[in-house]
């Protein structure tokens, strides 16, 4: 099975890390504090991801 190009991998990366981001703020206006945490966590995982695939990382960009 082939990779996705690179420019999709970004784009995934970017929507996840916007979706877990919008939940996040979801539970810290619900008071739900433990889960806006972990979804803080995980957005952040995400921008990390596209920053690598965008170049923007001390770690050098994947191939295209």
């Known amino acids: ?3 996705k190009p ?3 991998r970004m784009l995934d990366a ?3 890390a916007s979706r877990w981001l919008a939940d996040a703020n979801e539970a ?3 008071g739900v504090r433990q889960r ?3 979804c803080d ?3 952040q995982f995400w ?3 596209y ?3 965008a170049g923007r990382s001390e770690r050098p960009a994947p191939q295209k």
């Open 1 to 3: 099975m082939p990779n």
């Open 28 to 30: 810290r206006e619900r």
């Open 41 to 43: 966590a995980k957005s």
């Open 14 to 16: 970017e929507v996840r």
């Open 36 to 38: 806006a945490v972990e």
């Open 51 to 53: 920053n690598l695939l």
């Open 47 to 49: 921008l990390d991801r």
């Open 6 to 8: 690179l420019a999709d």
